[in-house]
């Protein structure tokens, strides 16, 4: 590979996340005030996505179990992407779209956060997901691209769409990653103060 070739990966996202930073600051500022509220009464965030999005769920949950970049206790996400019991036997026994939806029925509760990754708004579980959180009356922060595909056609008015302005998945996934510790910070700042 050409170094050529390998400043404009670099320079491509770099532009995409000057822009995305104009378009998304006030949807990821909203997901931040609705995580926020929920913790703060108690409740917890549930995180999925498939492949790049599935890493991202737990990287997300990680963040917030552990830390971000400053002490504090713990605080209750969970990535619905890691037990993999849970996963083949719903993806056998069932069907594959149901894996998070199944986990969103089990342990989602009104009031609850559903963060749900997909690149192209369109993969059928995150979905399924989706539409098992808005049974229970659950919010969902949904980070999408391409437009946001059917999912961003699901949300209520009391949901939080980021829409990454793109169509390459890589970019897509790059500003996802941005995005999630932009929401990482803006928690421990909104429950902890600034650092």
């Known amino acids: 590979m050409t170094n050529q070739r390998i400043q404009a990966h670099f320079q491509e996202s770099a532009d995409l996340k000057i822009k995305a930073a104009q378009v998304l600051a006030q949807p990821i500022s909203q997901a931040i005030e609705l995580m ?11 995180a999925c996505g498939n492949g790049g999005s599935a890493a991202d769920a737990q990287h997300f949950a990680a963040e917030l179990v552990g830390r971000f970049e400053r002490e504090r206790l713990p605080l209750p996400a969970l990535a619905l992407t890691t037990d ?82 793109h169509d390459r998945t890589a970019r897509i996934q790059e500003v996802h990653l941005l995005t999630i510790h932009c929401l990482c ?9 600034e650092a």
Request: proline share 1%; hydrophobic share 45%.
């Open 36 to 46: 926020f509220t929920a913790l703060s009464n108690g409740n917890k965030i549930l």
């Open 84 to 165: 993999t019991s849970i996963i083949t036997a719903v993806g056998n026994d069932y069907n594959f779209n149901d894996i998070f939806s199944k986990q969103v029925q089990a342990f989602g509760q009104a009031g609850d956060i559903l963060l749900a990754m997909s690149t192209s708004g369109n993969s059928a579980n995150v979905l399924a997901a989706v539409d098992a959180a808005l049974e229970r009356d659950m919010r969902i922060v949904a980070l999408t691209g391409k437009g946001g595909g059917t999912i961003a056609k699901r949300l209520t008015d009391s949901d939080v769409h980021i829409c990454v302005p």
């Open 185 to 193: 910070d803006g928690i421990d700042v909104a429950l902890f103060g």
